[in-house]
């Protein structure tokens, strides 16, 4: 199973629930690959924002390796799982869906019990309630897997 996050700078949601995705699969044992991109290209090459891994690390989460990169035509055929952190994120993805995609294209939150999106923390300056989310919607997420399997 290869999953890629899709936000838009891919220096905050995306590389956060990536990095929440690595440490909770791999404590699981469930067998996944995970990566990030960003609908824009004005961070590309940029680890994540700075006070998204400070407040990641305070949750055990290490972000310092990653790189922002643009989602591209080959991701819908390299991956299983393209999960959109908004709405718009999932607007820009099924516009640039190539044919024959292999990736299905969805939202990373189901919106049961609550929100569909992911706030902007880069905008809302609320760190913390956006890792909450992703950390909540990484465990549904890996459930919902598992039961797939
Ligand atoms: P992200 O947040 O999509 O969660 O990475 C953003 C970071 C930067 C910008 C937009 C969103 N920006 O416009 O620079």
């Given at each position: 199973m290869r999953i890629l996050f899709l936000c838009?700078?891919?220096?905050?949601?995306s590389p956060a629930a990536e990095g929440v995705f690595r440490s909770l699969a791999a404590r699981a044992d469930f067998p996944a690959e995970a990566d990030s991109a960003g609908?824009?290209?004005?961070?590309?090459?940029?680890?994540?924002?700075g006070p998204m891994q400070v407040a990641a690390r305070a949750r055990g989460?290490?972000?310092?390796g990653l790189r922002a990169r643009q989602i591209t035509r080959d991701d819908f055929h390299r991956f299983d799982l393209i999960l959109a952190m908004d709405g718009q994120n999932l607007r820009d993805a099924a516009n640039l869906t190539p044919e024959g995609a292999r990736a299905r294209v969805e939202k990373?939150?189901?919106?049961?019990?609550?929100?569909s999106d992911v706030p902007d923390p880069y905008y809302t300056r609320d760190f913390d309630t956006s890792l909450d989310i992703i950390e909540t919607g990484v465990r549904d997420l890996l459930a919902r897997l598992q039961r797939a399997q």
């Amino acid at each position: 199973m290869r999953i890629l996050f899709l936000c838009l700078g891919n220096i905050c949601r995306s590389p956060a629930a990536e990095g929440v995705f690595r440490s909770l699969a791999a404590r699981a044992d469930f067998p996944a690959e995970a990566d990030s991109a960003g609908t824009g290209n004005w961070h590309v090459g940029a680890p994540p924002y700075g006070p998204m891994q400070v407040a990641a690390r305070a949750r055990g989460y290490d972000l310092s390796g990653l790189r922002a990169r643009q989602i591209t035509r080959d991701d819908f055929h390299r991956f299983d799982l393209i999960l959109a952190m908004d709405g718009q994120n999932l607007r820009d993805a099924a516009n640039l869906t190539p044919e024959g995609a292999r990736a299905r294209v969805e939202k990373f939150l189901t919106g049961q019990g609550g929100a569909s999106d992911v706030p902007d923390p880069y905008y809302t300056r609320d760190f913390d309630t956006s890792l909450d989310i992703i950390e909540t919607g990484v465990r549904d997420l890996l459930a919902r897997l598992q039961r797939a399997q």
